[in-house]
């Protein structure tokens, strides 16, 4: 009995090991196809497009039998944008922005102001403020020359991650990187170029967790104050009956226009990214 279990323990391993690079390949892709579609959409990657779709094909740059068929290509399009919202959380600012807005609309005590559409707004504008550099980047060095066939879409998959790798690397904690390459079971890597990349992701929304949570617990001191300050009050004058959230809440809102809240909040938001 012993001895027909280890072949087939091999086995698994073996087929474990081969599937990570195939992983961490797909995950490459898809995070590519999803600046592509970001940029293709900006009006200035409009007109880099429809430039260098006029411009003849260099002959011996993209004619490989590896490139994938355009067909495959839409196809494959077509399958990432259904993953777009959780590809934007997890790889970029907006998990940070998202949990500290929903901490202020929770210490404020208004479950419906603002609204979660506005909320939603709000965050992605700042995401896009935040990213656009990476954007950017990945836009001059990495979309554009792919498609004016000078570079191999492998290349164009390296030079379009080195970007988004940077920003990630830049906010993530070495203690929760550490954690999921123990977990992997890899070797300790020598440089940032040896970390995988579904390795890192994981890792970066962590550690975004982690900040926003920090954040969000700075935001509600001051408002868990007001809070026990009515409270006492209301007891030693016998109001026993009387809900401290009705009379704490325009007091609460009147602090945070007073210091400027949202002014602050933002700004603390882009600083923490800096």
């Known amino acids: 009995m012993t001895g027909g279990k280890e072949p087939s323990l091999s086995n698994c391993e073996a087929s474990a090991g081969q599937a990570k690079p195939e992983r ?3 995950v490459s892709i898809i995070l590519l196809l999803l600046a592509a579609a970001f940029l293709i959409l900006m009006p200035g990657c409009v007109a880099d497009g429809t430039a260098s779709a006029a411009a003849p094909a260099m002959p011996g740059v993209g ?12 196809l494959t399009l077509l399958t990432a944008l259904t993953l777009i919202p959780a590809i934007l959380m997890m790889t970029s600012s907006f998990t940070r922005i998202i949990i500290v807005l929903s901490f202020i609309r929770n210490a404020l005590g208004i479950p419906q102001a603002p609204p979660n559409q506005v909320l ?9 403020f935040v990213m656009t550099p990476v954007w950017q980047g990945i836009n001059s060095n990495a979309l554009q020359p792919y498609l004016r066939n000078e570079i191999t879409q492998d290349e164009a998959i390296n030079r379009g991650l080195a970007p988004m790798r940077e920003f990630m690397f830049k906010q993530t ?10 977990l992997a079971k890899l070797p300790r890597p020598r440089n940032q170029s040896e970390v995988p990349t ?7 929304a962590i550690s975004e967790l982690k900040t926003a949570f920090q954040m969000g617990f700075l935001i509600l001191i001051p ?8 409270s006492s009050t209301l007891m030693s ?25 949202w002014h602050l909040i933002v700004r603390s938001l882009m600083v923490s990214f800096a």
Request: net charge negative.
């Open 198 to 204: 579904h390795l890192l992701i994981p890792a970066f």
């Open 24 to 26: 961490g390949r797909a």
């Open 237 to 261: 004058m016998g109001m026993v009956m009387l809900p401290p959230a009705i009379i704490s809440l325009p007091f609460k809102i009147l602090l945070f226009v007073l210091v400027d809240g």
């Open 63 to 74: 004619s490989t039998s590896t490139e994938v068929a355009p067909a495959v290509q839409i």
């Open 223 to 230: 408002f868990l104050i007001i809070d026990m300050v009515v």
């Open 173 to 182: 904690r070495e203690k929760d990187l550490s954690l999921f390459i123990y």
């Open 120 to 128: 939603l707004g709000l965050a992605l504008f700042l995401t896009i």
